[in-house]
């Protein structure tokens, strides 16, 4: 497991080794015999040693159109930093960082780039004039922050919504292909949403599965009933959606977007918690039935707020986060009311869900950091200019790239590299050509996300090495009756769940072998 720093991620044991890999080939190249720049072998190699070296995990933010995906980065960076108006650069690819002062860099579609002022406190500007270009003639915005707490430690990446063309451009799709992981944000769960993530993998890259995707439920405020609490039909809704995308997201987590945003952010004043005590003097039946729709409650002239407040509270809060917080306010959600404006943002923020996705981030993929960052890496060095050449070409080229390309070979040979060829296992679960049952879906699953052996085993975080040794075996010796007899279509991915097993046994045997001793 990788520890943050301020500055990222400490390079771990997978990182440190692709690294070397590069740093030598780099070093055995012959000045000028190799090229420079991109589309070179020298240029291919620099990308990847200097992706290393950045220590941050690239997190990508994708979905369908208006799935909520800008609403979520706003949360998570903890500021409004992200367009979310749909006639804003929502079409564009953002990419929010950690900088030594707030500035926007564009890149244009032409290969031009030029750097423009941030939105006051941050961020891409409200005014897409002030870009300097048409959105359509950007290709991508790089956002540097100095305020934000989670840059320190990854690169979050907004990217357009799939229908904005039949699909994702090739800037949009390069993105996600430079990208560690993936939050898939859903409005609501829909067949479309397997449709859009078996595109996304196949046009994005293999590596898109649930070995690296997790799921959001954007607006579980819109499953609920009236005002009423949505969260236990959220949970069974986002239970039932991923075991339907089983194979494609480790899990799903729902959120209220909007409200995460306000709370996890620093728009919200002593004057809106005003006008929301403006709103705890209403009968509560009568707030009821004006909350009942932004609609009603946008035109609902016989409240004690004028039209500016109440759609400032909907631009906050929406109608849910409004109720909410009335009811945080008078106690009327069982609890003793709540004073001041920070007390009710922190209500707001555990009630919204942001902290569960933010510890599944932090499980899902900050613990993978190292094999996450690792993979990304090794799938950088397929790039075409790494082939090795013909026999025409300078031998000393020739034979550098051919080293490393064994080097490679052996390197994927890490249990925690094996995991990425089980990928493919789980793309075929989730389109159903590979069919399982349930215990043996589940074994795969866990041993393709799992963060350590104990994660891949479906054992406790402290289980003792010997355990763990135990328990590869016993699992290496059912995956090789499966790789023996089972259908076609299961036993290359058998073989693979059995090597990884049986080097799990064996690495595990090895550390019981020296604590005992």
């Known amino acids: ?168 451009d090739d800037v949009a799709l390069r993105a996600l292909a430079q990208a560690d992981a993936l939050l898939y944000v859903m409005p609501h769960p829909g067949a479309g949403d397997a449709e859009a993530l078996q595109s996304l993998r196949r046009q994005a890259g293999p590596r898109m599965t649930a070995m690296n995707v997790l799921g959001v439920l954007s607006r579980i405020d819109e499953l609920g009933t009236g005002t009423g609490p949505p969260w236990p039909r959220a949970r069974r809704v986002a239970a039932t959606y991923a075991t339907r995308l089983t194979g494609m997201v480790s899990h799903i987590v729902p959120v209220v977007g909007l409200l995460a945003q306000t709370a996890g952010g620093d728009e919200f004043t002593e004057d809106d918690t005003a006008l929301l005590r403006r709103l705890t003097e209403v009968p509560r039946e009568s707030l009821e039935e004006a909350l009942y729709s932004p609609e009603e409650f946008a035109e609902w002239a016989d409240g004690p707020l004028d039209k500016a407040g109440r759609l400032r509270l909907l631009d906050l809060l929406g109608t849910y986060g409004t109720a909410l917080a009335v009811d945080l306010l008078t106690g009327a959600d069982g609890g003793p009311a709540v004073r001041g404006t920070g007390a009710l943002l922190d209500r707001l923020r555990a009630a919204s869900g942001l902290d569960a996705l933010v510890r599944e981030i932090q499980v899902r993929f900050v613990s993978a950091a190292d094999r996450l960052r690792a993979a990304s890496a090794l799938q950088a060095l397929d ?53 399982l049952g349930d215990a043996d879906t589940a074994a795969l699953v866990a041993l393709a996300t799992g963060t350590d052996a104990a994660a891949c085993l479906r054992l406790p975080p402290d289980a003792p090495a010997h355990d763990i040794a135990r328990t590869a075996a016993q699992a290496a010796a059912g995956w090789r009756v499966r790789e023996a007899s089972g259908p076609r279509p299961l036993r290359r991915h058998a073989r693979t769940a059995r090597e990884l097993c049986e080097e799990f046994h064996f690495r595990s045997a090895e550390r019981a072998g020296h604590q005992s001793g």
């Open 1 to 168: 497991m990788n520890a943050a720093s301020t500055s990222g991620h400490r390079q771990g044991e997978l990182c440190t080794a692709v690294a070397r890999l590069v740093g030598t080939a780099l070093a055995a190249l012959p000045p000028g015999a190799a090229g420079s720049g991109p589309g070179s072998v020298v240029g291919a190699l620099e990308a990847v040693r200097d992706r290393l070296a950045e220590g941050r995990l690239r997190i990508a933010v994708g979905g369908r159109m208006n799935a909520g995906k800008s609403t979520l980065v706003n949360a998570l960076l903890g500021q409004r930093l992200a367009a979310t108006d749909a006639t804003e650069c929502t079409t564009v690819v953002a990419w929010f960082r950690r900088g030594v002062q707030n500035k926007v860099r564009v890149r244009r579609l032409d290969g031009r780039a030029y750097d423009v002022p941030a939105h006051p406190g941050g961020g891409i500007p409200r005014d897409p004039g002030r870009l300097g270009s048409p959105p359509e003639e950007i290709a991508e915005l790089f956002v540097d922050i100095t305020s934000s707490e989670l840059t320190r430690r990854h690169i979050l990446i907004d990217t357009p919504g799939m229908d904005t063309l039949s699909g994702l």
């Open 383 to 435: 790039d075409p200019a790494l082939a090795v050449p013909g026999a025409t070409a300078d031998p000393a080229v020739r034979d550098t790239l051919a080293a490393l390309r064994s080097d490679v070979a052996a390197l994927r040979r890490h249990p925690l590299l094996r995991q990425t060829e089980l990928g493919s296992a789980l793309a075929e679960l989730a389109s159903g050509t590979l069919s």
